[in-house]
């Protein structure tokens, strides 16, 4: 069975998009200048559908992970965000399973995209992103409450943070209500704890920090 | 004249003290995992009045930033803590301009170190560090409050931030109230403005990633 990885592009105090994000600003107002690295590399431009861009550390990096998924996971948040400036071939080239409360017919895109909408509750999304993925690793596509519950719950093993030297000053948190952790009968869980996760790589670059880490697993901080 | 720096560590969640810091936990609860990385090193255990301890690329780090400081800014929150457990000898080593709306009388301890009381604002207590610190540096020692009010008023020069692959889930997050930056008359400030660094340096090691930052400017996000 595959892993399930995420990446995410973050400012320095910890943002993931700005403030009021929605289907007029799909990252948030200035929530673009988070992403500013990536939108010249070879590899984030082939998944777009065009070709050219920059190689090198970062663009090898981006490559190594844009090829493990073979599913995604994503929250209905950022679907609807996204379901129109991705247009007619998104760049998942995957099946999608869309965390929602309302049904929908599945919605085949080009290049290997189809959105499927799961009603039963990311666990469920998850499952079916397993099966669909087979030995490959499932992409956990965000938004940061998703990202969040699968922290919570443990079902993230691998997250390639981007840390960008810039402070947003505001928008949404990527790590954000992760307190009570753990077994909800015991009276330690009451936000007194953290989670350590392995650092396995870091890569800098002139305009963002890459940060990998592994599996977490959850101490007691008392 | 000299420049006002600030080093912190800071959790990947952006917690630089655990929940329910105060007096009986000067860290807050399980605040101490953001400096494990620290307490073994050298030039920390120098300052704490202690020998031996680990040299290498971290304690370099630390001693050339340790060695800037001619006096130090902090706020009323971080001496109340602090103060019984820096016992008779802070490691500071320097004059200290403590941020607190209760008058008192200099308080001076062994080995350099005397607190003075500014009941005038930190703008007064930086003004009074910088005399006191000649052509070297001020530090500014926190707590984070005392940070964002420097960092909104564009005061601080430099950050060196240990960032500790840890999630608190909790606690006191350094970069926060930071909305609102720049001319308070201008409709554009309602938080969607972000403030660029200049990160001129990463050094990685096992248990933490240094991230000095450079000089922020305010640019406009929409």
Known sequence: ???????????????V??????????????????????YGLR?????????????GPDDALIA?????PGAVVMGHGMFITGEIPWGDEPPFHAPVFVVTHHPREPLVREGG????????????????????A??????????????????RNGWLDELLLHVVPVLACGGRRLFD?????????SPRDSGHRHIEWEKTLVLDSPGVTHIRLRAPHTVSAE
Chains 1, 2 share one sequence.
């Open 17 to 38: 998009a700005g403030p009021e994000s929605g289907r007029e600003h799909p990252l948030g107002i200035g929530g673009e200048r988070l992403h500013s690295w990536v």
């Open 113 to 132: 995209t189809t959105f499927h909408f799961v009603t039963e509750g990311p666990e469920r999304a998850l499952e079916l992103a397993r099966a669909a």
């Open 134 to 151: 087979g030995d490959k690793d499932v992409s956990l596509a965000g938004g940061a409450d998703l990202v969040q519950q699968f922290i």
């Open 43 to 55: 590899t984030f431009r082939q998944m777009q559908g065009m070709t050219g861009g920059e190689t």
């Open 64 to 68: 190594e992970h844009v090829a493990r």
């Open 177 to 185: 209500n992760l307190g009570g952790l753990g077994d909800p009968d």
């Open 1 to 15: 069975m595959g892993e399930v990885i995420a990446r995410l592009a973050m400012s320095l105090d910890g943002y």
